[in-house]
């Protein structure tokens, strides 16, 4: 994917699809760079890596509409730790993804007579140890009724010694009674012997759903994907799976 114009990006917060409510989002991470400069360091400045901070941000058309909205989402998060958030530059399936997990700090609504309501949120990463995961979208938001493999097989490579798998499970807008998924990996795109790694459920509630890491070094599977094991009603789901 060369040089891309914001036209097709996405956010899927908890659970919501803010992708029809925004024109503008960003996702920021930094390092700090404490000095430690000492009479050794012959007239330089020396520096240290320090910690690490994400932030997530986005911005677009306010409605208020019905209880899947831009307000009764934003309100009732306000402040609320761990919240799972999936982004990307296209909504297409084995593109990149970002994910990570933050809580929303702020809110803000409205703007000049005349203009289309606005509103901007921004939030906080408060996952310490995880961070920022860099992946691939495995599903785009999708309609499902049946169990199977869902979305794109991806080829993310080996697991290697100090790495884990990462995955997101988004359950959007109106939920169905259950259902059941599992991220599985496997040597060659055929899945002819793949293993489970990660299982959310059985859910019954939409929600933004974080997956237990797995850690490598896991040999052989280089290809991950999303499965439905179990499914009662219709669900509207998006996964995203990364290594790092």
Not at 121 to 135: F, L, N, S
Not at 175 to 201: C, H, K, L, M, Q
Request: hydrophobic letters at 40%; proline letters at 3%; aromatic letters at 8%.
């Amino acid at each position: 994917m060369g040089v891309l114009a914001l036209t097709t990006a996405y956010a899927y917060v908890g659970a919501r699809d803010f992708s029809g409510d925004i024109n503008q989002w960003l996702l920021g991470a930094e390092a700090t760079t404490p000095e430690c400069t000492s009479f050794r360091s012959a007239g330089w400045r020396e520096y240290k890596m320090g910690v690490k901070t994400s932030a997530f941000a986005m911005s677009g058309h306010y409605q208020s509409a019905t209880a899947d909205a831009v307000d009764p989402h934003v309100f009732d998060n306000l402040g609320v730790a761990s919240q799972v958030i999936t982004t990307g530059p296209e909504e297409t399936e084995a593109t990149p993804a970002f994910f990570h997990r933050g809580m929303q700090a702020d809110v803000n609504l409205f703007g000049a007579h005349g203009e289309i309501n606005p509103f901007s949120v921004t939030a906080a990463g408060d996952d310490g140890p995880t961070g920022i995961v860099r992946g691939q979208l495995a599903v785009k938001m999708t309609t499902v009724t049946t169990t199977g493999a869902k979305g794109t097989a991806l080829n993310l490579g080996l697991i290697g010694a100090g790495q884990y798998l990462y995955a997101t499970l988004h359950l959007l807008g109106t939920a169905g009674s259950s259902i059941t998924a599992v991220v599985e990996t496997d040597e060659d795109n055929t899945f002819a012997s793949a293993t489970t790694r990660i299982t959310f459920g059985p859910l019954t509630a939409v929600g933004g759903n974080w997956g237990t890491r797995v850690a490598g070094a896991i040999a052989s599977d280089d290809w991950q994907r999303l499965n439905i094991t179990a499914i009662t009603g219709t669900w509207v789901i998006a996964c995203a799976i990364g290594i790092q």
